[in-house]
C-alpha cells in the first residue's frame, strides 16, 4: 500500500471531520486555490498556531485533488460544489500528501531523514507506476521528471524538525531538499505547504523563495478558512441547548485577522460543544508550557506588559518581523512576542497586543505564579486572600493586601492615574477568574460599574466594586445604591456585596467599606 502518494487516507481522514456532529464547511478555501494551478503561484505555504484547522484543510484538499479515490459524494454536499472550476478538478490529479511528524522514525541525523522520505516515494512510485525505469545516478527529482506526470504536493506539519529542535546543524539539508524537489519542477502542478512557523530566511533571501507565504501574522487572503468565524460559531450553538455564544467567545474569542475579523480556535470550541462544557482543553495538551519558557526569556524587559496585559490590557508595539522556522529562541522583546503571536499565544492587531482570550489568560497566570517572577507571584498567591477576604467582609485584609501590590516593585502598578488603580485592583482579584465572571465598566442600573464579579457557582457571593481616589469610602457606597448597579445580579442573585475601595493620594492609605444589599 502506498504511503505518500495517492492514498485514501486524506479521504478517509476528511470523512470523519464531514461525519461530525459539529462540522464547519471550509471547502470553499478549493476555488482560491484551484486558480493556482500550473501558474507561477503554486507554490503556497499557509502557517498557523497549532489546532487552527491546518491539517483539516490539507485533508480537504487530497481528498478533493486525488485521482485515487471518488470523493464527489462528499463535495458535491459542500460550498465548493457551486464554483465554476469545482468539477474541472474534482479527482483529477497525483497528489503526493506528506506528513513530517510520521517520518523521523528514530532517523540519527537529517540525512537519514530525507533519504526515509525518498525511499518511501521511490517505493510508492514503482507501485503505481509499475513500468517506471530508475536509472543508478537518479535523483527523487529526476525520477518523477521522467514520468511526465503532473503531481499535487501536500506538506503537512513541514516544520516539524524546527519545531522539535532537530539536526539542529543540519536543518538547512532539509530545506535544500525542498527546494530541489520542487523549485522549477515541471511536474509540480501545485504545492499546498502548512505548519506553524513560517519559512526560514537567510541573510541572501530563502531556500523556498519560490513560495508566497500566508502567516498567521499577514495573511489578508486565506484569513478565514483557518480558525471559526463569528457567524459560524454562532451557527455551532445553535446546535447544542447547554452552552452559550457568549460563554464560547469569553473563554476562546480573541484572535483578529489583520482586516479585523474575529477568529475562533476551531478545536476548543468543538471540544467545547462536544463536552458540553468550557475549559482549557488546548492547554491540556502540554503545549502551553511554553508560555512560561518564553517569559523567563526576558523577564525584566517584557514583565511589565504581560503584568498589564494580564489585568486586561492591551500593549501598543509595532511588529513587523515574524519568528521563523530554525531561528534561535528569542532573545529581544519584539522576538518574543513575535513568537507567542505565531504560536497563538498573544493576538496582534493594527499595533495592539493582548492576551486574546479567558484560556490564555489562564495560562499566564499560571505561568506568572512560577517563583521566577518573584513579587507577581506573591500577588497573583495574594489574589486568592483578597478574594477570601472580600466576601468574608475582611476589610482590614482588603487594606492590607492592597497596600503590599501598590508598594511592589513593578512601577506600573504605582498609582499615578485611574487606570493604574483599576490595574491594582485586576492583579488583586486575578483569582477570581477561577470562579466569577469579571466585568470591567458593565452597564448595570442607570450607569456602569467599576468592576463586577458575576459567580459561576451558585453558592458564591456576586459583589460589584467601586473605585474612588482622594474620595471617601461612603460616597463610593452610595454611588452603587444610588445608581442601582445591583439591579443586573438581581434575576440570579439573592444578595449582593458592594465593596467601596477608595485610596488617598496624600496619605498614601487605603480604605474599604463592604455592605449587603439585597
Given at each position: 500500500m502506498a504511503v505518500y502518494l495517492n492514498t485514501n487516507k486524506n479521504l478517509e481522514n476528511y470523512k470523519e471531520l464531514y461525519n461530525e456532529e459539529y462540522f464547519v464547511d471550509k471547502s470553499k478555501i478549493i476555488s482560491?486555490?484551484?486558480?493556482?494551478?500550473?501558474?507561477?503561484?503554486?507554490?503556497?505555504?499557509?502557517?498557523?498556531?497549532?489546532?487552527?484547522?491546518?491539517?483539516?484543510?490539507?485533508?480537504?484538499?487530497?481528498?478533493?485533488y486525488s485521482k485515487a479515490v471518488d470523493s464527489k459524494d462528499i463535495f458535491d454536499n459542500l460550498d465548493v460544489s457551486n464554483c465554476e472550476s469545482y468539477k474541472e478538478n474534482l479527482n483529477k490529479y497525483n497528489v503526493i500528501t506528506i506528513s513530517f511528524t510520521d517520518v523521523n522514525n528514530n532517523c540519527k541525523n537529517c540525512?537519514?531523514?530525507?533519504?526515509?522520505?525518498?525511499?518511501?516515494?521511490?517505493?510508492?512510485?514503482?507501485?503505481?507506476?509499475?513500468?517506471?525505469?530508475?536509472k543508478p545516478n537518479y535523483a527523487i527529482w529526476d525520477i518523477l521528471n521522467e514520468l511526465n506526470e503532473k503531481f499535487i504536493f501536500i506538506f503537512d506539519e513541514w516544520d516539524y524538525i524546527f519545531n522539535r529542535n532537530l539536526y539542529l546543524e543540519e536543518q538547512d539539508k532539509f530545506l535544500e531538499f525542498l527546494m530541489k524537489l520542487l523549485k522549477d519542477k515541471s511536474y509540480v502542478a501545485l504545492c499546498y505547504m502548512t505548519g506553524i512557523l513560517p519559512i526560514k530566511k537567510y541573510s541572501t533571501g530563502s531556500a523556498l523563495n519560490m513560495f508566497d507565504e500566508y502567516t498567521f501574522l499577514k495573511d489578508r487572503i486565506f484569513d478565514e478558512y483557518f480558525g471559526f468565524t463569528s457567524e459560524e460559531v454562532i451557527s455551532l450553538c445553535e446546535k447544542n441547548d447547554e452552552i452559550?455564544?457568549?460563554?464560547?467567545?469569553?473563554?476562546?474569542?480573541?484572535?483578529?485577522?489583520?482586516?479585523?475579523?474575529?477568529?475562533?480556535?476551531?478545536?476548543?470550541?468543538?471540544k467545547a460543544l462536544q463536552n458540553k462544557h468550557c475549559e482549557s482543553y488546548w492547554t491540556n495538551t502540554g503545549a502551553m508550557d511554553e508560555v512560561a519558557e518564553y517569559l523567563k526569556y526576558n523577564t525584566m524587559e517584557i514583565r511589565e506588559d504581560v503584568i498589564e496585559m494580564v489585568s486586561g490590557g492591551e500593549i501598543d508595539i509595532i511588529i513587523n518581523e515574524e519568528f521563523r522556522a530554525g531561528q534561535e529562541a528569542p532573545k529581544t522583546k519584539k522576538e518574543i512576542y513575535s513568537a507567542m503571536i505565531i504560536l497563538g499565544f498573544l493576538s496582534y492587531h493594527d499595533g495592539y497586543l493582548k492576551i486574546p482570550?479567558?484560556?490564555?489568560?489562564?495560562?499566564?497566570?499560571?505561568?506568572?505564579?512560577?517563583?521566577?517572577?518573584?513579587?507577581?507571584?506573591?500577588?497573583?498567591?495574594?489574589?486568592r486572600k483578597m478574594l477570601k477576604a472580600t466576601v468574608s467582609g475582611d476589610c482590614e485584609t482588603v487594606v492590607s493586601l492592597l497596600h503590599d501590590i501598590n508598594n511592589s516593585e513593578i512601577p506600573i502598578l504605582q498609582y499615578n492615574d485611574e487606570n493604574s488603580l483599576s490595574c491594582v485592583l485586576t492583579l488583586a482579584y486575578l483569582s477570581a477568574r477561577d470562579t466569577y465572571r469579571v466585568e470591567r465598566e458593565e452597564k448595570s442600573g442607570k450607569g456602569y460599574t467599576d468592576f463586577s464579579?458575576?459567580?459561576i457557582r451558585k453558592r458564591d457571593k456576586a459583589f460589584i466594586v467601586e473605585l474612588k481616589k482622594d474620595e471617601k469610602v461612603d460616597i463610593a457606597l452610595a454611588q452603587i445604591k444610588e445608581k442601582e448597579?445591583?439591579?443586573?445580579?438581581k434575576s440570579e442573585n439573592n444578595e449582593v456585596l458592594a465593596v467601596a475601595i477608595c485610596y488617598d493620594s496624600k496619605t498614601k492609605k487605603h480604605s474599604c467599606k463592604i455592605e449587603r444589599i439585597q
Open positions: 482560491l486555490i484551484n486558480k493556482k494551478i500550473n501558474t507561477k503561484s503554486k507554490y503556497l505555504c499557509i502557517t498557523r498556531p497549532r489546532r487552527f484547522g491546518k491539517s483539516s484543510i490539507a485533508n480537504m484538499l487530497g481528498a478533493y540525512d537519514e531523514y530525507i533519504d526515509r522520505i525518498i525511499q518511501l516515494l521511490i517505493q510508492d512510485l514503482k507501485e503505481v507506476f509499475p513500468n517506471i525505469k530508475i452559550k455564544f457568549s460563554e464560547l467567545e469569553n473563554w476562546y474569542n480573541g484572535y483578529l485577522t489583520i482586516k479585523g475579523k474575529k477568529i475562533y480556535n476551531p478545536r476548543l470550541v468543538v482570550n479567558k484560556e490564555l489568560m489562564l495560562e499566564f497566570e499560571k505561568a506568572l505564579a512560577d517563583e521566577s517572577f518573584g513579587v507577581v507571584s506573591e500577588i497573583i498567591e495574594n489574589s464579579f458575576h459567580p448597579y445591583v439591579q443586573k445580579f
